[in-house]
């Protein structure tokens, strides 16, 4: 009764095998990148817009945060 119960599994994982050796290597490291690209400029978008929030709901911290950022960019040596 195991064995009939693992005989599906066994089927399955040959099958996506042979559905993904037709496809290069390459194409799927394309997708990735493309995908990797994607879910990096999804977040920097919810991370600006945090931040643009947090601005708003705690002006005098944003302030303080602006002015340290000026110093910390007048003292900064090229």
């Not at 095998?17 to 994607?38: F, K, L, Q």
């Not at 005098?60 to 950022?69: G, K, P, V």
């Amino acid at each position: 009764m195991r064995d009939r119960e693992r005989e599906p599994d066994k089927d399955l994982s040959r099958r996506a095998r042979r559905e993904t050796a037709d496809i290069p290597e390459t194409a799927g490291a394309v997708d990735s990148e493309a995908e990797r690209r994607r879910r990096r400029a999804r977040f920097l978008r919810d991370l600006a817009e945090a931040r643009a929030l947090r601005d708003r709901v705690q002006p005098r911290r944003a302030r303080t945060a602006r002015l340290r950022h000026a110093m910390r960019m007048r003292t900064f040596r090229w």
